[in-house]
């Protein structure tokens, strides 16, 4: 939704080009002028006056993407690590249940928003269109009853933005203290022509526009000149559009690409290369040249003499005999002819042009996305440290703004349409895990967690199925064919419980509080829940344990306590068990 006013049918004088734009001219390659406009509809019968002011052309940006050497692959790194993580169904806030056939329905229509199309490809094919055009097209498709089914993505070269409506006024909802409130505008709404080669032109609207249009004639409903008020049917009706843009385009509505401010280098670069190339074609520099002073070689000499250094005559131990007739001197005496030979062989091997000029044009295009080079591909100055700390950095401050932004969109504008209210749509983070941290990390907590979530959390972590089952796990490994193998063979548990010692003889005297609360701390120490510095060996932890094996059930759930309120500040967190 916009409020920009119509552009002018009236034919206008071609504004001068900038400086900066002009750069941009190539001679042998005006496929690369940027001045160039979007095609015009006018050939397919398109009123030129429902269309509004041109923006770049989007066939043209998709040629320089791909026939540049960095920009695909910076593409393709923001798809993957922005669009291509999966994405989650999760509750609207941590105090709000999730209504189970809510869950369903978002489920299934994210799981697959448009036939044979996934979320995932049609999440990178947006990206794709919106990183090289800087413009994104999402058509939502509704049912006969209107309601939501389907959504996907629009090629934006068979887009156009259509004229704005009139101005309207409109009522929005919007939270404010915690409550919904309608706040009413005047605002104009957007129209868009959508038209594949050889088909007839289909109108569609803006979404959350209260008017709607007519898909075939982009005739927009509400009041007639004659001031009755036109209705259309659904099948009449067009479909609402979400438009997505990079950057603003400060000469039209459209929007522009990020990499558009580097564009002298995107096409610099592509130029340096075919300048390269058609000096390999034309055989680079010439391994010899002869230089002839006073004289003139003969037309046979001269063949050979090509033929020669050419390669073309292919002969064991060439010789070449120059024949060279001084063209100076009288007729008495001949002047001096003086033949020399330079040899550049040296200079060709080594000749490499433009490379350094060439890195750093794709060091601009790749900073233009804000990029490390870890993430296309130039591993070499990279060790496991700098990778990790780039790739949380590119995450922070690249991959998770996206992300989220994509988020919003369809929190805002496709969760409310399907009346969705108990659960929402949220995008997987970059993760980077640590199999030996996580795994310590549960080491040092194995005694006071749940064992079933413990062989879970070692299932996820490991990538080995295992199954608690009474206590005890079972080891199961899937094949490559799908059969398990030993899947009855017990293995040790994660966990492994104690074995039964031999008790003492009960103590006649009772512990005090103060004896407790010792040998609480001593225990605490020697399982490990409590890291204060101090040092137990083997020998004195087994005498501590033996010293509580002794204690009667009333002392060994006092002692308990102890370490439950020490460790975790409240009862009941530490089973007395773990010290038998």
């Known amino acids: 939704m916009t409020t920009d006013t119509v552009a002018s049918t009236k034919p206008t004088q071609p504004a001068k080009p900038t400086s900066d734009i002009q750069i941009l001219k190539v001679k042998k390659s005006p496929e690369t002028n940027m001045v160039q406009k979007m095609s015009s509809f006018k050939a397919l019968g398109i009123d030129a006056a429902r269309t509004v002011r041109e923006g770049m052309d989007p066939k043209l940006l998709l040629n320089l993407v791909i026939t540049n050497n960095t920009l695909p692959l910076c593409i ?167 438009h997505l843009k990079m950057n603003d385009d400060p000469n039209s509505d459209y929007g522009i690409p990020r990499w558009i401010s580097q564009s002298p280098s995107v096409v610099g670069s592509r130029k340096a290369e075919e300048q390269n190339l058609e000096f390999f074609d034309a055989g680079g520099i010439p391994n010899v040249i002869v230089f002839v002073k006073g004289g003139e070689i003969a037309k046979t000499t001269t063949d050979q003499l090509n033929g020669f250094l050419s390669g073309q005559i292919k002969t064991g131990g060439r010789a070449a005999v120059v024949e060279v007739a001084s063209t100076t001197g009288t007729l008495d005496k001949a002047g001096n002819v003086d033949v020399q030979v330079e040899r550049f062989g040296s200079e060709t091997m080594g000749d490499k042009m433009y490379e350094n000029y060439d890195q750093r044009c794709e060091d601009r295009v790749r900073l233009s996305f804000r990029l490390p080079a870890l993430f296309i591909g130039k591993t070499s100055d990279y060790n496991y440290a700098t990778a990790k700390v780039a790739y949380q950095v590119a995450e922070a401050q690249v991959f998770k703004p996206d992300r989220d932004e994509f988020d919003a969109i369809m929190n805002q504008i496709i969760r409310k349409e399907l009346k969705l209210t108990t659960v929402m749509f949220k995008s997987r983070p970059i993760t980077l895990n640590d199999m030996d941290a996580q795994l310590k990390a549960l080491e040092l907590t194995k005694q006071v967690i749940d064992p079933k979530g413990l062989v879970t959390e070692v299932s996820r972590i490991a990538n080995v199925e295992l199954t608690y089952v009474d206590g005890k796990e079972f080891t199961q490994f899937k094949n490559m064919d799908g059969s ?23 103590p006649d005297k009772k512990l005090t509080a103060t004896e407790s609360n010792e040998l609480a701390k001593k ?50 967190m530490v089973d007395k068990g773990i010290f038998n």
């Open 484 to 506: 398990v193998s030993n899947p009855q063979q017990p293995v040790q548990s994660v966990a492994p419980v104690a074995p039964a010692k031999e008790k003492a003889p009960k």
């Open 76 to 242: 393709e790194a923001m798809e993957v690590n922005v669009d291509g993580t999966g994405h989650d169904i999760v509750a609207v806030d941590e105090n709000t249940p999730i209504s189970e056939p809510e869950r369903l329905i978002a489920e299934s229509f994210f799981k697959e928003p448009f036939p044979a199309v996934s979320m995932i490809k049609l999440r990178r094919e947006v990206r794709r269109y919106l990183e090289g055009t800087g413009n994104a097209y999402i058509e939502l498709l509704p049912s006969a009853n209107g309601e939501l089914v389907m959504m996907r993505s629009l090629n934006p070269l068979n887009v156009r933005l259509g004229a704005l409506s009139e101005s309207v006024t409109i009522t929005r909802e919007i939270e404010r203290n915690g409550s919904l409130i309608e706040v009413s505008m005047r605002d104009r709404e957007r129209s868009y022509i959508y038209q594949e080669e050889g088909r007839d032109p289909t109108y569609l609207i803006e979404f959350g526009a209260t008017q709607d249009i007519h898909a075939q004639t982009g005739v927009f409903s509400g009041k007639s000149e004659e001031g009755t008020t036109r209705t259309l049917s659904q099948v009449e009706k067009g479909n609402q559009l979400i």
């Open 523 to 572: 225990l605490a120490r020697t399982s490990g829940l409590l890291d204060d510095g101090t040092d137990l060996d083997e020998e004195e932890g087994n005498n501590l344990k033996k010293i509580f094996a002794s204690l009667d059930d009333e002392d060994q759930t006092a002692v308990a306590t102890v370490v439950s309120v020490l460790i975790f500040g409240q009862d009941g």
